[in-house]
Structures are given as structure tokens and as C-alpha cells.
């Protein structure tokens, strides 16, 4: 109808829009309802498939408690045998070589030994004494008389100027193992005024010789010997030993002497005077005479100290 106004949203006969027909009675109306009722079931799949988010209820705990407890009672029940540890076994000790640095040989200087003298017997009493020295002594024969003398090197004796008398040669005894043997020597050396005189003959390493002493430090009263050849004129060519002191120190026309009550006589010159050590500490050279009564005066023996003898021999050697 002309001019009559319209609610749109209503249709001719007054129904709302949505319920119009379209074609067929009510079909229209059966499709939206279905699609609405799918779209809702649509909803609520999706939010039953959504595990909402919770906290554990009680009845949770108090089951995870109860399984626990009978795993715990069933372990009780069958306990596990805990097996032994095994040995544990003793470990082999390997020996593994070192390698040892070899030292550098060093150069070791060894000192050099110093030889030592050959220590020289000192007889300890009067017998050893007179063994050791008495193979020295010996006896002087010239044409003019006798006389003794001593082996001081080898090769070399010494004995009184007055004994030799001037002349070069003199026949030099010996005892050499148990036999007297006579040796020609040459005087090479004499000087009068301290009257002594050396005599040369063939050397022989095996004699013995005699040592000088130091007459200075003879003391008075000290023991001494007198060895020679006395009287061998008449006696014969044995040795003779007498023993004394020593009585006195004299010094006569500027030689140092030496007195002696040991037993001297004629022969006896040229002779050595041992200390108890065996060193020659002089030698016997003259006694005291008498002229009055033209005899000698008992135990006044005088010899020439050693030391006089050494500082004369070396330049007597040289003449």
C-alpha cells in the first residue's frame, strides 16, 4: 500500500525479517537451527579436548603415598643380596729402568809420595854399640909404624896425619865377613897441624861407615868409647874397645879436644870416639907424656872434636 510506512525489519504480514520464507514452506528456517547446533558442538569439543589446569587433589596424594608404601613393603619382603666387592687384586710392581747420568771423569792429581829416609838403627845399649860401629874401624900400616882409622864414606877413611908420616900410600885391614883383608889406599888429604889425613881406597857398597856427631853438645861425665888397633906391634892386629867418660873440654893451640879417661895407647891413634848413639864425637890422637919420668900419664887420652874435622874435611878433599 501506497504511502503506508514499513518496518524493514518486519515482512509484509508482520513477521520479522529472519523468518521469511524462502521457496519451499520452512526449509530455510531447519538449515540455520542445524548450523547453529553444529557450530555449538564445534565449542564444546574444543573445550573438552582442553586439560584445564589444576592442583593435585587430595586423592592423588594419598595414592602416589600408597604405591609407594608397597614397593617399600615388597623390597622388605625380597630384599636384593648385596653382592661381595671382589678382591681387589695386588698390583704387579714393574720395574722401570732409571737412566743414571755417568759422571765426567775428573782428573784426580794423586800427591806425590815423598820417600822417607831409611830410619838408621840407634843401638840401646853397649854390646848393640859396639856390633853396629866395629866393621868401620880399621887398622893403618905404613913402613914408618901402625895406627887405626875409621870408614867415614865409602871409599874414604879418616885417621892421624902422624899415623901416615908423609908417606902416599898405607895398607888399610879390615874385617870384612870374618877375614882381615889389607887394601892399599892413597892419602889424597893431610893436614898436620890439626893432624889428619885421608885416605882413598876401591869402594864397596856393603862396608859399613861410621856417622859424624856434634861434639858440642858433648856433655861432661857423658859415656863415650874408644875402638882401635893398640899395640898391634905386639898383640897383633885385633880390636880393641875401652870404655870411659868424658873428663874434660879443652881447647889446645886453637883446636877444640876433647878428654877422655878411657884406656889409650900406642896404636889406639887415628881411632874413633863413639858416643853410646855410635856417632864419632872425635878422634883419638895423642896423651899427655911425662917428659920427667919419659911416661905417659894414665887416663889423660885427648881427641880432636868432630866438628874441627868436619869444617876442615871438605877443602882437605879439594887439595
Known sequence: MAGQHRDPTTDRVGRPAGLRRRGHAGRPVRCRTGLANLALLVVLLVAGCQEPTREPSNVEATIEARVVATVVAFQLRNPTATPRPAPTPI???????IRVATPTP???VAPTEIPLPTPTTVPTGLTQTVSHVVGAVVAINTPAGTGSGFF???GLVMTN???????????????FNGINLGITGTVIGVDEELDIAVIEVSKNPERPTLKFGDSRTAQLAED?????FPLSNILGEAISVSKGIISSKRNIDGVEMIQVDAATNPGNSGGPLLNSQGEVIGMVTLKI????????FEGTGI???SNAIQDRLPSLLEE
Open 224 to 228: 863415650v868409647l874408644v875402638i882401635g
Open 91 to 97: 698390583p704387579t710392581v714393574t720395574l722401570t729402568p
Open 289 to 296: 907424656v911425662n917428659e920427667v919420668a919419659n911416661r905417659f
Open 161 to 175: 896425619a902422624h899415623v901416615v908420616k908423609g908417606f902416599l900410600r898405607a895398607t888399610v885391614v879390615s874385617k
Open 152 to 154: 867415614f864414606e865409602d
Open 106 to 108: 775428573r782428573l784426580i
Open 303 to 305: 881427641a880432636i872434636a
